[in-house]
């Protein structure tokens, strides 16, 4: 399950909820490099894991313990730059794409750049015409 959250209105990331290992991770190409959450992300975080236990309780009948669902911060991803404020949605469709297919994300490494290039761009417009047409290509 994946789930992309705006972060004070102009910065996205994107939780992934892999509920047959009981994980959470984050992934934020702004974040930090150390693998701790972010501050904005802990309160989101908590919350999710909570509504998470709820669901397990009512709809599975089961007990999670306090250590299921374990959030982890991916920092091994792209990076974009502190001066970089229109990316962060491109970068975030991209990784949730992937990841949906159980691709690596390497295939966003071209778009390592502080502003908009050729390789934001590129992805900008594959986005737009894969959701004006319904049309999902595979990878590149």
């Known amino acids: 399950r994946q789930i992309p959250c705006n972060v004070k209105g102009n910065h996205w990331t994107l939780t992934v909820v892999n509920i047959q290992l009981k994980t959470i991770d984050y992934y934020d190409p702004k974040g930090p490099m ?18 998470l236990k709820k669901q397990y309780d ?33 970068f975030i469709m ?30 900008r417009k594959k986005i737009t015409y894969e959701l004006s047409n319904f049309v999902f290509f595979d990878r590149n």
């Open 94 to 123: 991209e990784f949730a794409a992937l990841i949906a297919r159980e691709e690596p994300l390497d295939v966003v490494q071209e778009l390592r750049v502080p502003s908009i290039t050729e390789g934001t761009y590129y992805y």
């Open 34 to 51: 150390d693998g701790t959450l972010p501050s904005n992300c802990k309160d989101f975080i908590w919350n999710l894991r909570r509504w």
């Open 58 to 90: 009512c709809h599975r009948n089961q007990k999670l313990d306090n250590g299921a669902f374990p959030a982890t911060l991916n920092s091994n991803i792209p990076r974009l730059s502190d001066f970089n404020t229109c990316d962060s949605g491109v």
